[in-house]
């Protein structure tokens, strides 16, 4: 009798250990999605607020863009510097006075929460038949240092139009 009683003994303890072994197996990969998600995720979107519907006299049209950048994960991220490229020269319109002609645009956080975003407003002067055509090859690259101090940089869109 007690023979059975420790072969019984022995069998629950040894499924016991395989449901820890694969619950610790779990937790690893849901830990692992979890740095993944917030290495990764850290995104940039854009989206006209204001869109012309036609160009002025010079050719040109101001478009209101506002711009979001998200830090899915828990912790946050420092030193952020969002690169923002267009296909065609903008020009950036603040308080009615315009600055210089560029192809990228800058913009900077010094320390992002995690599970927050950061939202800017840029009014925006383009070329109206150029920017219609090439406005959707824009595209952002974010660059951060993440908690483990590693510099990174996410791409958005990851891939450009007609790239596949």
């Not at 830090?71 to 600055?99: K, M, S, T, Y």
Request: with cysteine; net charge positive.
């Amino acid at each position: 009798m007690s023979e059975w009683a420790a072969v019984a003994s022995t069998l629950i303890a040894g499924v016991g250990l395989l449901f820890a072994g694969w619950q610790l197996m779990i937790m690893n990969r849901a830990a692992a999605l979890e740095r993944r998600v917030a290495r990764d995720g850290v995104v940039v979107s854009w989206r006209p607020v204001e869109a012309p519907r036609a160009a002025e006299p010079d050719g040109t049209a101001v478009w209101l863009y506002e711009l979001r950048m998200h830090n899915p994960g828990r912790l946050p991220v420092d030193n952020v510097r969002v690169d923002w490229h267009f296909p065609c020269p903008v020009q950036r319109r603040r308080a009615g006075v315009l600055e210089p002609a560029t192809n990228t645009l800058i913009l900077a956080t010094p320390v992002l929460a995690g599970g927050d975003e950061r939202r800017w407003e840029r009014r925006l002067v383009m070329n109206y038949a150029v920017a219609e055509a090439t406005l959707p090859n824009t595209f952002a690259e974010v660059h951060f240092v993440d908690i483990e101090g590693r510099s990174r940089t996410n791409r958005w869109p990851r891939t450009r139009p007609g790239s596949e």
